[in-house]
């Protein structure tokens, strides 16, 4: 409680400085700097509030509920980069989130779990990440399909929104009725783990739900009106900051929660972490934005890059590969680290 009470303060601090920056015209790149890294504080919190609040539910829900607000940021910072007419800042972010959980997150907590098992086996119920593995490839038919249509300038790639609309409904579907069996054939196992973040009250919880959904949603703003003139001046890509920055910032509860939790020896928790965020981000986020850039003048669609199309797809193998069987050594985490490593080098020179 006290370790909490002493984040929240910090972040709370840091948001008020980001505001400062912002408002008293400092340096676009202090501004963007800072505002990243008060987007991982926030993310922070938000899983803290969740887990709170999820408690009085239980574990499964408790999950969902902590991928689904986990995921605030991401959220706001989309919408914001659609505001501002950065439709490559919207895609990317919304990738360097999925990438960020099912290569360099993932890849870590396997690592951390392989060398703390016995037998240097990290070990874990299959369900999980073959359903994962399933949703993620059905996304990237969406994608693969529009991306090899743009390319080909047939008939279809005229209707790319209308399109991405029809693939948004049909991820959204297969999600909710993949919720609905996850949680059903959950509900009666219980979960005897302490909670990985710590709770405050339930009361408590809410109060930092609200107060970190408001500060993310601010410092969204503000980092994406620094991030044109932040990126030029730091000679990066706007990709790179989608892919590698927003990835990394704004899944910080995925990045310290799922790694901490299998250095623990509590593998089937922090694979829950890590699965039920990057099942979220490819079949609910991605088409939940899809459908609300609707009201935006620049839409957003799954028509991407053929380098993050390609990606897309060696990550979906790649996780199904090293985790369908249920068990992973530290060897094939450090291979999607790997994977990571070159599609964020690859990304810095686009």
């Not at 693969?144 to 959204?172: K, Q």
């Not at 059903?184 to 990985?196: I, S």
């Not at 739900?209 to 949603?217: C, K, M, N, R």
């Not at 897309?312 to 249920?326: K, N, P």
């Amino acid at each position: 409680m006290r370790r909490v009470l002493l984040v929240a303060g910090g972040v709370a601090a840091l948001t008020i400085l980001t505001g400062v920056l912002h408002y008293t015209d400092a340096s676009s790149t202090a501004v963007f700097i800072v505002a990243a890294i008060n987007l991982g504080g926030l993310a922070w919190l938000v899983g803290v509030g969740t887990e709170s609040v999820g408690a009085r539910f239980g574990p499964a829900v408790t999950g969902v509920l902590q991928s689904t607000l986990g995921n605030l940021p991401e959220l706001f910072i989309v919408l914001f980069a659609l505001s501002a007419g950065e439709v490559v800042v919207a895609q990317t972010s919304i990738l360097g989130s999925l990438f960020a959980n099912a290569l360099l997150v993932l890849g870590l907590a396997i690592v951390a779990g392989a060398r703390a098992a016995d037998g240097e086996v990290m070990t874990f119920k299959k369900r999980l990440p073959n359903d994962t593995a399933t949703l993620l490839l059905l996304a990237l038919s969406a994608i693969a399909l529009l991306g090899i249509s743009d390319r080909l300038g047939d008939n279809a790639s005229e209707h790319e929104v209308a399109i991405s609309v029809v693939g948004a409904v049909c991820l959204l579907v297969v999600y909710a009725a993949w919720l609905r069996s996850y949680l059903r054939a959950d509900k009666h196992e219980p979960c005897h783990e302490e909670p990985p973040l710590g709770v405050v009250p339930f009361a408590g919880g809410i109060a930092l739900l609200a107060a970190a959904g408001a500060g993310a949603a601010f410092v969204s703003d503000w980092f994406v009106n620094a991030l044109d003139p932040a990126v030029k001046a730091l000679g990066i890509s706007k990709a790179f900051t989608g892919i590698v920055i927003v990835g990394i910032a704004a899944n910080a509860v995925e990045n310290v929660v799922g790694i901490t939790l299998a250095h623990k020896r509590r593998f089937d928790l922090s694979m829950s972490v890590i699965k039920n965020s990057l099942a979220q981000i490819a079949c609910f986020l991605f088409p939940a934005l899809v459908l609300l850039s609707l009201f935006f003048a620049d839409r957003l669609t799954f028509v991407l890059n053929p380098v993050y199309v390609a990606a897309v797809a060696v990550t979906a193998i790649a996780v199904w590969q090293i985790t369908g069987d249920g068990e992973a050594y530290a060897y094939e985490g450090l291979a999607l680290v790997g994977i990571y490593a070159i599609l964020a080098a690859v990304t810095f020179y686009e």
